[in-house]
Each structure stands twice: as structure tokens, then as C-alpha cells.
């Protein structure tokens, strides 16, 4: 089965770091999307992003956060100037229209100290 | 605003019995999904349920959907421990773009 994969599996920081979470999503998918869970809690949407650009953005993504899709194959979140509470598992996701099925990548797990 | 409900929240229960999940949402929607998630690890999809009435059964796991309701329930027939995780239901509402999770199931499974 078609993965998608995601880079690094853990990330530590310092506050007020930048970081870049990378995913390459399955190549023929048209609808990618960021994830992230604190521990033990329940999943929050962050951003989808279709035709190359945001299609949808939750509260949590504010003026720190950003995604690209540089190349065609890599997608990218960045957060600018990290928080502690900005630690947590980062998935990213991507949907198999017809089928409606969505995959997610393995996680980043980021921790800002 | 479209919401997503589970219970229980926590489920403890026996080896070999029976019991189920149930996940109600707010606001129409086609779309429902079941995923099973260890700890620390990533989201794995069991089921995608598309229609009205939609029934899909995967080893001792069996997932319906009723739209009308706005409820689905997983049901878990015969329980063993290899099943012990947190379930979690998401729903899309009326577009691709953004989907929305209930709080999730932690299921624990005693020998």
C-alpha cells in the first residue's frame, strides 16, 4: 500500500525556533492536510491545502505557521517562532478522492523546550 | 459548526465480550471514518463508511453508518487483547478540506 512519509520522526527545538516538519504525500493525491495531537489528546485539524494553495485553516494556524509545496512532491509546515505549547505529534494526511480514503504519515514529534 | 461525539471515552472490559463505540456528529456529512491508534504511534484506518446503511466488517471489528441519525457505531464482537488502543471516528463535513475528530475511545482489554 501507497504511504506517505514524514520527516523527521522527532524534532527538539528551543523556543522561539524555527522548525520545518516535511511530508511527501502519495504522488497522485490532490488533497494534503496537517494534523497535530498533543499527547493524550484528541486530533486538531491545522490546514488542507489544494490546487497549490490553502483551501481551509483552523483557528491553531495563526501568522506562525505556514505550508508550501516547494517542489511538486514535498509538503511543508513551518512554524516560525516556536511555543512550548506548540509541542506535540505532527501528522500529515493526504486523501485518495474516489475512494475517500485518508492516509497519514508515521508523525513528527516536536518538542519545544 | 460541525461536531463529533464519541462514547464511551474510556471502555475497560474482558477478553471474548462484546461491546460498542458509538460516534454521533452535529451537521450532515457522507463521509465517516474509524482509525485505531497505539500509543505513540501513528493513525491506522479501519474503516471508510460513504452511505447510508453502510456496513464494513474487518476480522472481529464491524462499522455502520446512519446518516439520518447522525450516528455511527463500531462494534467489537469477542473482544482480545491484541485490540486494546484508542479509536477515534472523523468526520468530513461538505467538503474535502477539513475533517473533524471526535475525542477518541480508549479501549483496554484484560486477559
Known amino acids: 500500500e501507497p504511504e506517505v512519509t514524514q520527516t523527521p520522526s522527532h524534532q527538539v527545538t528551543q523556543m522561539g525556533q524555527e522548525v520545518i516538519l516535511r511530508c511527501v504525500p502519495i504522488s497522485n493525491h490532490l488533497y494534503f492536510y496537517w494534523y497535530r495531537q498533543i499527547l493524550g489528546q484528541k486530533v486538531e485539524f491545522l490546514v488542507s491545502?489544494?490546487?497549490?494553495?490553502?483551501?481551509?485553516k483552523s483557528e491553531i494556524f495563526d501568522d506562525q505557521f505556514s505550508v508550501e509545496r516547494p517542489d511538486g512532491s514535498n509538503f511543508t509546515l513551518k512554524i516560525r517562532s516556536t511555543k512550548l505549547e506548540d509541542s506535540a505529534m505532527y501528522f500529515c494526511?493526504?486523501?485518495?478522492?474516489?475512494?475517500?480514503?485518508?492516509?497519514f504519515g508515521s508523525g513528527t514529534q516536536l518538542s519545544v523546550l | 459548526e460541525l461536531k463529533v461525539e464519541q462514547n464511551p471515552l474510556f471502555l475497560s472490559m474482558q477478553e471474548g465480550k462484546n461491546y460498542t463505540i458509538y460516534c454521533n456528529y452535529s451537521?450532515?456529512?457522507?463521509?465517516l471514518y474509524w482509525y485505531r491508534q497505539d500509543p505513540g504511534k501513528s493513525l491506522e484506518s479501519l474503516f471508510v463508511?460513504?452511505?447510508n446503511g453502510a456496513v464494513k466488517q474487518e476480522g472481529r471489528l464491524m462499522a455502520s453508518l446512519d446518516t439520518k441519525a447522525r450516528l455511527s457505531t463500531l462494534h467489537i464482537t469477542a473482544a482480545v487483547h491484541d485490540l486494546s488502543a484508542t479509536y477515534f471516528c472523523?468526520?468530513?463535513?461538505?467538503?474535502?478540506?477539513?475533517?473533524?475528530w471526535g475525542a477518541g475511545t480508549k479501549l483496554i482489554i484484560k486477559p
Open positions: 451537521t450532515t456529512s457522507d463521509r
Open positions: 491545502f489544494y490546487n497549490n494553495e490553502i483551501s481551509e
Open positions: 472523523a468526520v468530513f463535513g461538505d467538503s474535502n478540506y477539513q475533517l473533524i
Open positions: 463508511l460513504l452511505s
Open positions: 494526511a493526504s486523501l485518495w478522492t474516489g475512494v475517500e480514503k485518508l492516509f
